[in-house]
């Protein structure tokens, strides 16, 4: 523990030596430097006070995530700054053993001073995160896009040729601030055209009352012909918060899944109903969650339970490693997974059908929208919702259509 605790003292100390250079090379007025010394300490102290006061049998609150976004404000920019001077001084240490073996330069003129240009492209490249964050807390979080993704299927069924799924996932409701955002996402949920509604997970970040301010928004979602589901995801246990006893979390529990009935959703619970159309049906199948280093209580045998192959089946699971690590190789074939969970980590650059990049796809295989594997799919979601940092950058929240065609597999 003091060891962690040193070499991240140490850490910040190199981040703020280094990006320190950048502004002492360009500003020569003493106070200008002294005062922004006296800020970055205070902001330090202040952010690490914060963290401290964290109360585990409270969990997030609002102030965390203030920190949290204050930390990611202040550090991103500094981490450009630092990893920019870092390698000028890596080229002044090489120039400066160059001049003294090939020009046996005096010691005074060894190493090159720092250069202005050099620190003004940093402050420029730093400027990008800074602002970025800003947006992403102010805008960027109740940002929401309408993602729409046709699936072709070789063998769905003829009735459900056309059939049109909306997806959201990821509420954590205990994050909002803006009720006039939350209607407004309610608003576009109602003006998609689908069949089903299919909730994918984590309705509050950890305690059940979250959602109590919310529940009247989210019961405006409108009826479906063919249904209203929803699935668990790990932040619905809640698991990261200490509780004084084990019947108080049983009761958050229990609490937790009715709030999904009483937003007009059935909460399905390793479980599966066959959706029926004219003369035909599709199977759709719900798991509590599964996730490779999360909370595993999704039982696929269970949930599948008097299931055919041939059945057409659409699996909600909240986690993607889930598809990664046992839906995609199971006998019993599933068609198509819907899941959530990764937010795509809420910062990143995404341009819809050209580009994506997050820091999401070093712990997720699969971490934002469509992918296929043997002509089975699953669809991630980028989530509805936001934790931790109170924003979005570049991976903006989503309302997913997913609409089911008959015919050759496209990816």
């Known amino acids: 523990m003091i060891l962690r605790f040193v070499i991240l003292c140490a850490l910040f100390l190199f981040i703020e030596f280094y990006s320190y250079q950048a502004f002492r090379t360009l500003i020569k007025l003493r106070w200008v430097l002294i005062s922004y010394q006296i800020i970055s300490v205070l902001l330090l102290v202040f952010i690490i006070y914060s963290f401290t006061q964290f109360d585990r049998s409270v969990g997030q609150t609002k102030q965390t995530m203030f920190t949290m976004g204050l930390m990611l404000l202040v550090y991103v920019p500094k981490i450009v700054l630092t990893l920019v001077m870092f390698g000028e001084d890596i080229f002044r240490i090489g120039a400066s053993i160059l001049n003294y073996c090939m020009y046996n330069a005096p010691r005074k003129e060894m190493m090159p001073d720092r250069r202005k240009f050099v ?69 576009l949920i109602n003006e998609q055209e689908s069949d089903m509604i299919l909730f994918t997970g984590d309705i509050v970040n950890t305690h059940a009352k979250e959602m109590h301010p919310w529940l009247e928004t989210f019961s405006r979602i409108k009826d479906y012909k063919y249904g209203k589901y929803a699935v668990l995801g790990n932040h619905d246990y809640g698991e990261y918060v200490t509780w004084p006893s084990e019947k108080e979390k049983d009761e958050n529990f229990a609490e937790i899944k009715n709030l999904y009935g009483k937003i007009g959703f059935d909460l399905m619970l390793n479980e599966n109903k066959y959706i029926q159309k004219g003369a035909d049906k599709i199977a759709l199948v719900g798991v509590e969650n599964w996730g490779q280093n999360f909370k ?112 050759k597999n496209v990816a």
Request: charged share 20%.
């Open 296 to 407: 595993k209580a999704g039982d696929l045998k269970k949930a599948s339970q008097g299931l055919q192959e041939t059945d057409f089946k659409v699996l909600m699971s909240h986690d993607p490693s889930h598809w990664e690590y046992e839906v995609k190789k199971d006998p019993k074939n599933f068609h198509l997974t819907l899941s959530g969970h990764t937010h795509g980590m809420q910062f990143g650059i995404e341009i819809p059908g050209y580009f994506k990049w997050s820091l999401a796809q070093y712990i997720y295989k699969q971490w934002a929208g469509l992918y296929e594997e043997a002509g089975r799919y699953v669809y991630v979601n980028r989530g509805f919702g936001f934790h931790a940092y109170p924003g979005r950058v570049g991976i903006m929240p989503e309302i997913t259509v997913i609409e089911l065609k008959k015919g």
């Open 119 to 187: 620190s003004q492209i940093a402050l420029g490249l730093a400027a990008v995160p800074f602002l970025s964050l800003i947006y992403g807390i102010f805008e960027g979080k109740y940002n929401f896009k309408v993602f729409k993704q046709t699936i072709f299927f070789p063998d769905l069924p003829d009735e459900f040729d056309g059939f049109k799924i909306t997806q959201i996932s990821d509420v954590h409701s205990g994050s909002f601030d803006n009720p006039d955002k939350i209607n407004y996402a309610i608003d």
